[in-house]
């Protein structure tokens, strides 16, 4: 599930007694107004955006998802690093026609390598690397890619997914990380083998 879509059932899931209140009419004098304070209250509980949950902390600064508006979130348009642009989808499409996103892959813990936590050290741990998507939306994912933060500067990964034309939607199933090669599986199975801060090979077929 969409990280936004999470983030909205659970804050559903919290405020539903305000929520209740506010549809029942009981939480405000009858005006004129009340239903236009009534939809703004609710906007702001649908479209909460908690920044932390889209920003990951590497060894070079913050990397964070960027919606085309210039505020956090996903599906996003751009990848910054210290507010620079490391990979961008702004104007491009698929080969179907469709919108091209970046996403994080939220459903398993395989997809990204983070460093040991120091002692003493708080919020979240750096990322090491991590397998990034691209598609449409986060329920049809098209390509894959890795960002790498191990060298001594960051690494973006070729496009992988072997979906020339885009006519498949592909499920990311786990990473196997390793110091020189690391093996990266998706449905069918099939496994790409990234060369660390160099090419990605495959796919290969497993029998």
């Not at 703004?40 to 998802?65: C, I, M, W």
């Not at 751009?78 to 620079?84: A, Y």
């Not at 933060?149 to 072997?162: C, H």
């Not at 990380?177 to 090979?201: A, C, F, H, M, Q």
Request: hydrophobic share 40%.
């Amino acid at each position: 599930m969409p990280r936004d879509k999470v983030i909205r059932a659970v804050f559903l899931f919290l405020f539903l007694p305000e929520l209740a209140v506010l549809f029942s009419g009981n939480g405000y004098a009858a005006s004129p107004a009340a239903p236009d304070i009534k939809a703004e209250q609710l906007n702001q509980v649908l479209h909460v955006r908690d920044v932390s949950a889209y920003t990951y902390p590497t060894k070079f600064g913050d990397l964070k998802f960027i919606l085309s508006d210039g505020t956090p979130g996903m599906p996003a348009e751009r990848l910054t690093l210290n507010d620079q642009t490391l990979l961008s989808t702004e104007g491009q499409t698929d080969a179907q026609g469709g919108g091209v996103s970046i996403m994080s892959e939220l459903m398993t813990v395989t997809s990204t390598e983070y460093m040991p936590r120091r002692h003493g050290q708080t919020g979240h741990a750096e990322v090491k690397r991590m397998v990034v998507l691209l598609g449409g939306d986060g329920n049809c994912i098209k390509k894959f890619v890795i960002l790498d933060f191990t060298g001594l500067k960051p690494f973006v990964s070729e496009k992988f997914g072997n979906n020339s034309s885009d006519q498949f939607c592909l499920t990311f199933k786990k990473a196997k990380w390793g110091k020189k090669e690391s093996e990266i599986i998706i449905n069918g199975p099939r496994s790409y083998i990234y060369y660390t801060l160099d090419k990605v090979t495959g796919p290969f077929v497993f029998e």
